[in-house]
């Protein structure tokens, strides 16, 4: 470890502070390779003792990646994928770490993953500012999306994949040939290439990317959207909706395809206790199905972090702050809880899945090696990201010099020394004899905006140096 340190956290539950701590230390134990020892490339992210690389790892991690203030770098893990593009745009789901060569699985012959590199690439941009990674990357990204279209994308203008694809895999969705999620996974894939060649001034291609990403937007509203239910359905080969209520429901809010009254109805269900308002947020299966099982039973009800993660990033999209931040605090306390038998939260591990219904990891009949434990592609995203962004409630975008504080109300709380690019900005909110308080510290000036959902909000240019101000004379 060189002299830098990770970011350090303030909130007033230590728990949380502490597990945000501790996985920064176990991540060491995620990080491979020097070439010597094997055919993937030089330190890329993925499980211990796996004996492959996913491209699932290399996308998630890069979300939790960009705050280690360089140690650990996001990248490395995403090139190891576009190195091996093939002539014909392909890039496979695995790669073999000793021989780097693509695994294959008879139930996925194509290798196809989750497309969501430009998701990853895009959230990159906005807290490094490399704009010549962006050039160098869109290239193999256009390449990528075009193998997809080649092999997956049918007639009617959607994909068609298998199942085993979505990761969700003993989901009750068996007649689905048009999976909702897959398919707006592409739409967000569009949507987020478009803003990548917005950001190198690309405006044909801008324009491209826009015009597909409207197309899958009206198809999925037109083909996958249930009025009489309020939700969005998989299809099956005759174009019929299959309503069976999966947590892959909730992928349209992060591709911003519901219209305001369909957003207010999916995001009612997660409140809902009949359907995903379970105490645990979110089980993957929603309570309401017959096949929900509270043991968690794979994706019949077991809640993953990844895919919290998503529904609480696509309630950022609809400006659901609150509901967002209420649902990631609540998610960590269950984890917490889950950590040991006796819930102390000093011992035991992090798990890829959680029990719906009460604390503990979930369980799935006959996979006794399920679920793993220190998952940590699923569970720093939790732990670490979600603690930054939507408990703390910072939003950064270095490109624009712009920091964003989302908050309901004031609390003691805040981030030290979190480095973007060559700048290191301290933020802390603590209440003193003149009221709150924001102390702040950085190397260059930004702009910061300060929102206290429903009562203020305020942007204000920060100078380079130490600063404070009273949030009453605001």
């Known amino acids: 470890m060189t002299k830098k340190d990770f970011p350090k956290i303030h909130f007033y539950d230590q728990d949380f502070v502490d597990i945000y701590d501790k996985t920064w230390a176990w991540i060491q134990d995620f990080w491979n390779g020097s070439a010597e020892q094997n055919a993937a490339d030089d330190h890329f992210f993925s499980y211990p003792g796996s004996p492959v690389v996913l491209q699932m790892d290399a996308i998630f991690s890069s979300f939790f990646l960009v705050y280690s203030n360089r140690i650990y770098q996001a990248h ?3 090139d190891l994928f576009y190195g091996r593009q093939e002539p014909n745009g392909a890039i496979r789901c695995a790669y ?42 869109l290239p193999v990204l256009h390449r990528y999306t075009g193998w997809i279209d080649s092999i997956f ?17 003993n989901s009750p ?18 949507l987020y290439m478009s803003a990548l060649a917005d950001i190198l001034n690309d405006k044909e291609s801008s324009f491209q990317y826009k015009k597909q990403y409207f197309s899958l937007k009206a198809r999925i509203n037109a083909l996958m959207w249930s009025g009489e239910d309020g939700f969005y359905y998989d299809i099956d080969k005759d174009e019929r909706r299959i309503p069976v209520k999966t947590i892959g429901g909730y992928w349209p809010l992060l591709a911003e395809i519901p219209n305001d009254d369909k957003a207010e109805r999916i995001i009612a269900k997660l409140q809902d206790p009949r359907y995903f308002g379970a ?11 017959k096949g929900f099982d509270e043991s968690g ?14 529904v609480i990033k696509g309630l950022e999209r609809y400006q659901r702050w609150d509901l967002a931040r209420e649902n990631a605090i609540r998610h960590l306390y269950f984890m917490l809880d889950s950590m040991s038998h006796d819930g102390n939260h000093h011992k035991g591990n992090l798990w890829e899945a959680y029990l719906p219904m009460k604390e ?58 979190l480095s973007l690019k060559k700048n290191m900005i301290t933020i802390l909110s603590n209440k003193s004899g003149r009221g709150w308080e924001i102390h702040m510290e950085s190397e260059k000036l930004y702009y910061f905006t300060i929102n206290i959902l429903g009562k203020k909000k305020k942007t204000l240019p920060i ?12």
Not at 463 to 474: A, E, F, T, V
């Open 76 to 78: 490395p893990t995403l």
């Open 96 to 137: 073999n770490i000793e021989t780097g060569q693509p695994v294959s699985d008879p139930e996925n012959p194509e290798g196809l993953g989750i497309p969501l590199f430009a998701w990853a690439e895009f959230n990159l941009y906005h807290k490094s500012a490399n704009k010549k990674r962006v050039k160098d990357i």
């Open 153 to 169: 994308k049918q007639p009617n203008g959607l994909y068609q994949v298998p199942l085993s694809v979505t990761g969700m895999i």
């Open 173 to 190: 969705r068996e007649e689905a040939v048009y999976p909702l999620d897959f398919n707006t996974m592409m739409a967000i894939n569009v």
């Open 279 to 289: 105490p645990h947020p979110f089980p993957s299966l929603s309570v309401s199905e």
């Open 297 to 310: 039973n794979g994706y019949m009800g077991s809640v993953f972090p990844h895919l919290t993660f998503m």
């Open 360 to 417: 503990g990891p979930a369980r799935w009949e006959g996979k006794p090696e399920f679920p793993r434990s220190q998952y940590l592609t699923y569970d720093a995203l939790s732990t670490i990201c979600l603690t930054i962004e939507n408990i703390v409630g910072l939003f950064i975008s270095l490109p624009r010099k712009t920091v964003d504080w989302i908050i309901p109300s004031l609390e003691i709380m805040g981030v030290e020394n």
């Open 463 to 474: 100078p380079s140096g130490k600063c404070s101000m009273l949030i009453d004379k605001l």
